[in-house]
């Protein structure tokens, strides 16, 4: 059974960082490309970040664009989100979800884990 | 403002069919796949429909896709209390270099 675990998300300043992590398992992690995407409180979803199986090649919505990075450790089966210089408009759920191939970026996501809200406000 | 237009709202009774719009441009759904995501509230996105029109395993066949030049369809019949949903298009964006969602479309069923 595939399985996606975030954590990480929490309150922070702004203008602070944090990094989210995405545990994933019940699958060959490393075959599959993997996105965050994001949802503010009553809001629609965003796409955020994606990147390839091998971690090669990664893709930014320009909103999050040199402030966010993605990331992966295949030996760990875990995503990460860094995410540097947040601001209030960064506050939502966040959620990584697994791609259908190991080198498209395209949101096409067959699996989401349940999220983890980042709240960012002084 | 999202990339993608969808109609912020539809509704229909149940046994109904209804249709949910996504528009877009030749950057992006022309020459794209498009896909569509079920939202109950509360939970996840869950994935409906990938490459234009096909269904996940365990995805009934009341629901359906389809595109044409620059718009995508989502089609559900039969419709039932538990389809009341959140309901987005999403595909990829070349000129962009980014996935596009959009605005997401609440199905009420009445």
């Known amino acids: 059974e595939v399985q996606l675990v975030e954590s990480g998300g929490g309150l922070v300043q702004p203008g602070g960082s944090l990094r989210l992590s995405c545990a994933a398992s019940g699958f060959t992690f490393s075959s599959y490309a993997m996105s965050w995407v994001r949802q503010a409180p009553g809001k629609g979803l965003e796409w955020v970040s994606a990147i390839t199986g091998s971690g090669g090649r990664t893709d930014n919505a320009d909103s999050v664009k040199g402030r966010f990075t993605i990331s992966r450790d295949n030996s760990k089966n875990t995503l990460y989100l860094q995410m540097n210089s947040l601001r209030a408009e960064d506050t939502a759920v966040y959620f990584c979800?697994?791609?259908?191939?190991?080198?498209?970026?395209?949101?096409?996501?067959?699996?989401w884990g349940q999220g983890t809200l980042v709240t960012v406000s002084s | 403002q999202s990339v993608l237009t969808q109609p912020p709202s539809v509704s229909a009774a149940p046994g109904q069919k209804v249709t949910i719009s996504c528009s877009g441009s030749?950057?992006?759904?022309?020459?794209?796949?498009v896909s569509w995501y079920q939202q109950l509230p509360g939970t996840a996105p869950k994935l409906l429909i990938y490459d234009d029109n096909k269904r996940p395993s365990g995805i009934p066949d009341r629901f359906s896709g389809s595109k044409s030049g620059t718009s995508a369809t989502l089609g559900i019949t039969g419709l039932q209390t538990g389809d009341e949903a959140d309901y987005y298009c999403a595909t990829w964006d070349p000129s962009l270099s980014a996935g596009v969602f959009g605005g997401g479309t609440k199905l009420t069923v009445l």
């Open positions: 030749s950057s992006n759904i022309e020459n794209n796949y």
């Open positions: 979800a697994k791609g259908t191939n190991i080198v498209g970026l395209t949101p096409r996501l067959d699996y």
